[in-house]
């Protein structure tokens, strides 16, 4: 099983930017898609991004969509989230999770793996 720690979530104001960092351990995520998702209080938890294995392709929720990119360095077993012109609606908890599936799952179910979440509170 491998262990994620999620990292760099914070306070910021409306339009700034963060990036945040998903360190695995216990085994490499080199062959796994990852993804973020994020929860809001109050509400279920949602897909954000995915990545593939090699980081060839990638998919994100409609709202971030040119605000959020997802990347990966195998090397260093990491996944990122760069998140620019954040809004209020962006605050919430964001998980980063592994799937044994190929291919780009986007679904909850998809991901085995889970980290214990990093809080990102935009302010308007």
């Known amino acids: 099983q491998v262990q994620l720690v999620e990292s760099g979530g914070g306070y910021v104001q409306a339009g700034g930017s963060l990036r945040l960092s998903c360190a695995a351990s216990g085994r490499t995520i080199a062959t796994y898609p990852m993804a973020w998702f994020r929860q809001a209080p109050g509400k279920e938890r949602e897909f954000v991004a995915a990545i593939t294995w090699n980081g060839g392709s990638t998919h994100y929720l409609h709202s971030v969509r040119g605000r959020f990119t997802v990347s990966r360095d195998n090397a260093k077993n990491t996944v990122f989230l760069q998140m620019n012109s954040l809004k209020p609606e962006d605050t919430a908890v964001y998980y980063c999770?592994?799937?044994?599936?190929?291919?780009?799952?986007?679904?909850?179910?998809?991901?085995?793996?889970w980290g214990q979440g990093t809080q990102v509170t935009v302010s308007s």
């Open positions: 999770a592994a799937s044994p599936l190929g291919g780009l799952p986007t679904t909850r179910a998809d991901f085995g793996s």
